[in-house]
């Protein structure tokens, strides 16, 4: 027993009195049969929110009872109940103190979000206008699925969702992205993130090791190949997509592909493009993996419907709402060949046992009553504005400017004037000036070195024309030193 410790501890409050005899009067004047309880549940939550500190000397029994004017068995017995608890430690002949561990406030958590960097402009890209997050509908949406759900239905989902959903987001998805959606085929997940990792483990069962990935791509989606026993074998791009000689040389079955708006350089995969690459995956029975994750976006060009429309056997189609509602939402969909299809769904259930239901519900309604159409149209709207603005922006600001990928999602690629570069120097400037944005390079496996090019993918969505415009002109400020 530390009793070295207790004796160092203050023995009163500082202020000359006994720090318990304040904090466990009102207890001392409950009525008769309950006040030793109201004391032991006092003294408990005295020490549980910190008003008594670890260490804290404690009246003897026989003070503490005369200070609070009750009998000295009810000081007795809280102090050997809460003893007994843990909360108080005594020792022979050395008194009673608060437990040194019992912790006087809980442990905060602590959030591990990426959040922006606080910078004065933010042109990183992948986060929508979060502001535009349709609260009034989907806090009706939540209403009406929590009046209306039977309470069956609260019990473990169908680990492919519930069929009212996958039935509606066929009927969204064929309408949209030209999907070919047979509603049994469709598995709700909790966005491309995990659609990935799904994909990864059928890969491996069906004994592929090796993923092919588009250079530049998206790094983070890799590591959950990776994590699934399927190394990423990073594919180089031409201007019309995925570049087939290096895919045929890379010795993988499947790829994954962004035809709708390449992330990150904004190619639209070519219709020859989408041809060769379904016949390239005939030819080695394997898949084309689309992720399509801005599709819903597009300003000035035709509709392009989705590749796995042209083969729903050979592709297996993402989406999520993390673009068009919120990420946070953690909600998406995943479209599997039949050759994939038991796999992903079995390994979908071990994972989770299936999406949340309420959400599933909640969605459901939101796309049945045509509130997503409306969504998409309203985001669709904004993100046009914003993206005119940008380019304008670049063009003012940066006159000499490439800017490319501008036709359909959240980002575009700018190519800067020669006398902007290198690289390295134009990011400590513009970081410097508190401008946050990501080079292009970023996103490239093979690490090139420090570029004469000046390439950013510039985010937009999340700002407003204004702040785009400040934003820009901050930048090109300090990029001029
Ligand atoms: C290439 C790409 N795919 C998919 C997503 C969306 O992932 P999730 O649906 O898991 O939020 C992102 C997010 O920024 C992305 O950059």
Known sequence: MDVGQAG????????????????????ASAPARARGRSLQAALREAVRSGRLAPGTRLPSSRDLAADLGVSRGLITEAYEQLTAEGYL???RGAGTWVGGAVRAAPPRARDLAPRPPGARADFVPGTPDLSLFPRTAWAAAQRAVLAELPHHELGYPD?????????????LLARRRGVVADPERIVVV?????????????LHARGLRTVGVEDPGSPQHDDLYAAAGVTPVPVPLDGEGIALDPLR?????????????????????????????LDWARSVDGFLLEDDYDGDFRYDRAPVGALQGLDPE??????????????GLRLGWLLVPEALADEVIERKRTMDLGHPT?????FTRFVERGDYDRQLRRCQHAYRERRDALVAALEEHFPGSRVSGIAAGLHVIA????????????????AAAGVAVRPLSACAHARTGDSAEVRLVVGYAHLSPARIREGIRLMAEAASG
């Open 358 to 362: 309420l959400d599933q519900a909640a």
């Open 8 to 27: 160092s501890a203050p023995a009163s409050d500082g202020r000359g009195g006994s720090v318990a005899w304040e904090v466990l009067l009102p207890a």
């Open 249 to 277: 040389a890379s010795g993988v079955r499947a790829v994954v592909t962004t035809p709708a708006h390449q992330y990150p350089t904004g190619i639209a995969c070519s219709a020859r493009r989408r041809a060769e690459l």
């Open 190 to 202: 909790s966005g491309v993130a995990q659609a990935t990792t799904l994909l990864g483990f059928a």
């Open 159 to 171: 680990p492919r969702g519930l069929p009212r959903l996958r039935t509606a987001l066929a009927e």
């Open 89 to 91: 430690r005594s020792g």
């Open 415 to 430: 190519t800067l004037p020669q006398r902007y570069g290198p690289e390295e120097r134009f990011l400590t400037r513009v």
């Open 314 to 327: 050979r592709v297996a189609y993402a989406g999520s709402v993390s673009k068009s509602l919120a990420p």
